[in-house]
């Protein structure tokens, strides 16, 4: 069966907004344009009416209250938002001085969450950065180790981004609580594709984003704990008082709109897109490992989201793969895909060898994802990556059984 | 990024792809030169053998890549260049020359550095198995 190419296979990059989410939005472009803020006419009224509509939406996404329910501009403001609002306000000491309290987070979390830490850092406060071990997976273990007596704040993402593996979040808010310590998750991967309750799973702070879950860009929500504990946070942004003080600025109206629906759908349907990506997933996954030889599925084999696959072909790097897929939209951890020439620190983290970092793809799937995609994207990956081991020196001293590991490589 | 089209082209039919043997068989013979230069680890790895004959001439070039589509094309590129030159002719070949006639971006010298380096490499091997001093400025990088 034919597929309609390009395919796009980068939705942990992010997703197509659904139709719904779109036409749910319209109205708000051109009819009910007010001001939320503007509390004496009917236009700031129908603004405020679909605001709240959207907070219950999201509220009700994560099993909290509409009043913990704080919008941002995505996920990388809810992240600068909870941990530094949070740092500020838990301080041991005021600002200028050090010994200002400890947090731990994980060397694989999103840049939003680790440049926030590092400026923290700088800022007087002590940071543990945790290594994860090769599975991927952070343990409640491995933060209890870490925890201190002026531990303040705990931020570890619910799942990863390139990898796709879900930490212990349930225990480490467990934990948290039991010792009295904040804790954030980044959920921006995990919330609208998993069951997600900020009770049961014992989360203080909770950030997400609208374009991870076939809503719009540049726009996402915070959750905020209001009840045992109650968490406060200084905000980032003054002014006019939006967001119960935490968040300045006129309401992203349209966005929110759009972001609520969003959340409802996702409600609605998460079981059942759940099941059909992890079956995807599994296709993919298998499909590859069963027809060619040294390809690894990175990360936990079975503590993973089921909409992102991230695998490496050994002896063929990234970049010249994604080269040779040029009708699949995807990402690679390869040094030669990035800016800085670095490859992913994500999986270098993992400790997965250096060069099995740069031959790797990340493949994720989303809300129209087929499995005739899937096949179409097993038949064109399993077809470069033969046509790329044939001009690959690596793949020759395999093939004649030296290891690699043993030469004397000239680095530059 | 946009590739241009040359890299395209050398990507997806390079030229003389290939080696002269096993790499335990071309490092005992003296009419091939081999040059690796790069790491896997940095995600790039060059080989380039050259054939050349008793007078210096390059006869047959082979190379294999393991690296990004430019760093492929910089290397099939330096293949054809090399072909029927003599090894001191071949050695005159620079990296701007090949950004140049594949349109590199600058993120993307290092590839053509990598080319130059594995044309300077070959050539030093097989000058060494000759018992031919080495310039040195072939060990200039
Ligand atoms: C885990 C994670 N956190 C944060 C972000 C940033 O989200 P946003 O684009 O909404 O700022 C992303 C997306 O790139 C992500 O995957
Ligand atoms: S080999 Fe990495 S950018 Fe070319």
């Known amino acids: ?412 | 990024m946009a590739y241009s089209e040359k890299v395209v082209d050398h990507f997806q039919n390079p030229r003389n792809v290939g080696s002269f043997g096993s790499s335990s068989d071309v490092k005992t013979r003296a009419d091939i030169g081999v040059g690796i230069v790069g790491a896997p680890e940095c995600g790039d790895v060059m080989q380039l053998q050259l054939k050349v004959t008793a007078d210096g001439v390059i006869e047959d070039a082979k190379f294999k890549c393991f690296g990004c589509g430019s760093a492929i094309a910089s290397s099939s590129l330096a293949t054809e260049w090399v072909k029927g030159r003599t090894v001191d002719e071949a050695l005159q070949i620079k990296n701007t020359q090949i950004v140049e006639e594949l349109a590199l971006p600058p993120v993307k010298i290092h590839c053509s550095v990598l080319a130059e380096d594995s044309i300077r490499a070959a050539i030093e091997d097989w000058k060494k198995k000759n018992g031919i001093a080495v310039a040195e400025e072939a060990n200039a990088h």
């Open chain 1, 1 to 412: 069966m034919a597929v309609k190419t390009p395919i796009y296979l980068d939705n942990a990059a992010t997703t197509r907004c659904d139709p719904r989410v779109v036409e749910a939005m319209l109205p708000y472009f051109s009819e009910k344009f007010g001001n939320a803020g503007s509390r004496n006419h009917r236009f700031g009224w129908d603004a405020e009416d679909g605001i709240e509509t959207a907070r219950e939406q999201a509220a009700r996404l994560i099993g909290a209250d509409a009043k913990e329910v704080i919008f941002t501009s995505g996920a990388t403001e809810g992240n600068n938002l909870a941990v530094k609002g949070a740092a500020e306000i838990y301080a041991k000491a005021p600002a200028g001085q050090q010994g200002r309290g400890h947090i731990i987070t994980c060397t694989i979390e999103h840049k939003a969450v680790l440049d926030p830490c590092k400026r923290l850092q700088r800022e007087g406060f002590e940071v543990t950065f945790l290594d994860p071990p090769a599975d991927g997976v952070i343990t409640a273990e491995m933060v209890r180790a870490a925890m201190r007596p002026d531990t303040i704040l705990v931020s570890i993402m619910w799942a990863n981004n390139e990898i796709g593996t879900i930490n212990e979040v349930p225990q480490i808010g467990r934990l948290c609580h039991e010792k009295g310590v904040i804790f954030h998750t980044d959920g921006t991967q995990w919330v609208g594709k998993m069951p997600t309750d900020v009770e049961r799973d014992c989360i203080d702070l909770l950030s997400w984003s609208g374009h991870k879950m076939y809503g719009p860009k540049g726009v996402g929500a915070l959750y905020v704990r209001r009840r045992k504990p109650r968490v406060r946070l200084e905000a980032l942004i003054d002014g006019g008082g939006q967001e119960r003080g935490m968040r300045s600025g006129t309401q992203n109206v349209t966005g929110i709109i759009g972001f609520g629906k969003a959340c409802e759908l996702c409600l609605v349907e998460m079981e059942h897109d759940r099941e059909r990506l992890l079956k995807l997933r599994r296709r993919l996954e298998d499909g590859l490992s069963g027809r060619m030889e040294v390809v690894q599925v990175n990360g936990h084999r079975d503590r993973r989201l089921p909409h992102i696959a991230n695998i490496s072909f050994g002896f063929v790097e990234g970049e010249s793969l994604m080269m040779g897929i040029k009708d699949i939209a995807c990402s690679s951890g390869s040094a030669c895909t990035s800016a800085s020439l670095e490859p992913s620190y994500v999986l270098k983290g993992l400790g997965v060898g250096d060069e099995l970092a740069h031959s790797s793809l990340r493949l994720s799937f989303g809300r129209w994802t087929t499995e005739e995609e899937i096949d179409y994207a097993i038949e064109s990956i399993s077809k470069a990556v033969e046509h790329l081991r044939k001009l690959s020196p690596l793949y020759d001293l395999y093939k004649e059984g030296v290891d690699l590991s043993t030469i004397e490589w000239q680095h530059h």
